[in-house]
């Protein structure tokens, strides 16, 4: 069990860390966007690269946000049921959709995302808007990037989840909480 707790701890660390490097992204965002409305309203001037650039600072956040924020445990959540169930069913609950449903489901998405990615770089697709952002096979190659770091943190809920429920099962010590929030 130590090798598997050393995996998920390594994974979530990763996870931690891109989403950490990722949360800097909000803050050229807003530099951006505000520069924008400075030149937009002040000079009267505007940029359609800015505004494409808008656009792919707010995807490549989202798609690295997402498994931050499962990693975290603030990811959407039906706590309306939820929050009835005691915390043995919490911890079923989470290892089996992790393993069964969330893991399978990113990494296919990020599977299926690649040729999408390959087809945008062949065919040296730009922006649609006049003046807009080249390489737009760049901000694709975020998608299977995103889904990929999903499949990851689900992947390290699960086996921290299985973890738990065997120690419980057995009786001993469990230091990993149900959201798998505890590194």
């Known amino acids: 069990m130590d090798n598997l707790?050393?995996?998920?701890a390594a994974l979530e660390g990763?996870?931690?860390?891109?989403?950490?490097?990722?949360?800097?992204?909000?803050f050229g965002m807003?530099?951006?966007?505000?520069?924008e409305v400075i030149f937009r309203y002040g000079f009267d001037k505007s940029s359609i690269a800015a505004q494409d650039l808008e656009w792919w600072l707010l995807a490549i956040i989202s798609l690295f946000g997402l498994s931050y924020t499962l990693k975290h445990g603030e990811h959407?959540?039906?706590?309306?049921?939820?929050q009835f169930y005691g915390e043995d069913f919490r911890r079923w609950f989470d290892f089996i959709i992790a393993l069964f449903v969330m893991t399978p489901v990113a990494f296919y998405i990020a599977y299926l995302s690649v040729p999408f990615v390959?087809?945008?770089?062949?065919?040296?697709?730009?922006s649609v808007n006049p003046g807009g952002l080249p390489y737009l096979w760049f901000l694709k190659g975020f998608v299977p990037a995103g889904f990929f770091l999903?499949?990851?943190?689900?992947?390290?809920?699960?086996v921290k989840q299985g973890i738990a429920l065997w120690r419980h099962?057995?009786?001993?010590?469990?230091?990993?909480?149900?959201?798998?929030?505890?590194?």
């Open 14 to 26: 990763f996870i931690d860390w891109v989403g950490r490097a990722t949360s800097w992204l909000v």
């Open 30 to 35: 807003v530099l951006l966007i505000s520069s």
């Open 118 to 126: 390959i087809q945008s770089w062949k065919e040296n697709e730009v």
């Open 169 to 183: 099962h057995k009786g001993g010590s469990d230091a990993t909480t149900r959201t798998g929030t505890g590194s």
């Open 76 to 82: 959407v959540r039906v706590d309306v049921l939820y």
């Open 150 to 158: 999903l499949g990851l943190q689900c992947l390290a809920l699960a």
């Open 5 to 8: 707790e050393r995996i998920a």
